[in-house]
């Protein structure tokens, strides 16, 4: 192996990562704020405000649906 392969010049390789943003819909008046949701979701997104769950940050959602499963009114969707 010479020494060029270990000193390569040129173009840097760069990588694009396209992060799709999740869609969490939730219907607040159905939701009665019982903070399962948000206590299970394992990337803080959601949080209870005035008795009703809302998004926090659905940058940071995975979509990995345990709020939806984990609602007792079936209040939360996840796209």
Sequence with gaps: MGLGSLFRRGK???KE???EQCHID???DE???CEKCAIACPN???QIIDDACSVR???VCK???VCVAICPNDCITVN
């Design 63 to 65: 979509t990995c649906r």
């Design 26 to 28: 939730i219907n607040t």
């Design 12 to 14: 840097k390789e760069s």
């Design 17 to 19: 990562e396209v992060v």
């Design 31 to 33: 939701c009665g704020g």
């Design 57 to 59: 940050d659905a940058q």
């Design 44 to 46: 803080n997104v959601l």
